[in-house]
């Protein structure tokens, strides 16, 4: 299974259109744990990342600089998913996205920011300052074991 690297905006657009179809339209602070795992998800399944763009270590955990930036105008609101389009993924992606949506959208917000704060990745790159890149290889590193 070949799988793209994607612009991280294609891929929440797509989360944020999936989990609005299943009635659980989320905030940005959410979208930004899910996008994590779903990184974590593509490293692990693939050994290759899902997106190209950095993830940080900001106060209430993993953050991607450019999506918190698109979405920030809701605040702590849901997006509307009149906000995105339907993005068209290859095969195997959506699977991928879809499981770590599912398995995360029981979970509040504050769960998931609880969640990753508790991870080596966030940690380590946290205690080194604000805004430090969590690498994909500490993210592989922590979720193959």
């Known amino acids: 299974m070949v799988i793209p690297l994607y ?3 294609t891929i929440s657009d797509y989360i944020i259109w999936r989990c609005s179809n ?4 989320i905030s940005n602070l959410k979208l930004q744990k899910l996008l994590y795992f779903v990184q974590a998800e593509f490293l692990v399944a693939t050994g290759k990342p899902c997106f ?5 270590a900001w106060d209430f955990g993993p953050v991607v600089p450019k999506i918190y930036r698109e979405f920030c105008i809701y605040g702590s609101a849901q997006i509307p998913v009149s906000a995105v389009t339907n ?13 770590i949506v599912f398995e995360c959208l029981p979970f509040s917000s504050s ?3 609880e969640i990753t704060q508790h991870q080596s990745p966030w ?15 500490s993210i592989l590193n922590f979720f193959a074991e």
């Not at 190209?52 to 940080?56: G, K, N, P, S, V």
């Not at 068209?88 to 499981?99: H, P, R, S, V």
Request: hydrophobic residues 35%; aromatic residues 4%; proline residues 5%.
């Open 52 to 56: 190209r763009e950095a993830i940080e």
């Open 87 to 99: 993005p068209i993924l290859a095969m195997g992606t959506k699977e991928l996205i879809d499981g």
């Open 111 to 113: 769960q998931l920011v």
């Open 7 to 9: 612009d991280v905006l």
């Open 22 to 25: 299943e009635g659980h339209p």
């Open 123 to 137: 940690i380590c790159a946290y205690a080194k300052g604000y805004g430090t890149e969590i690498t994909n290889e």
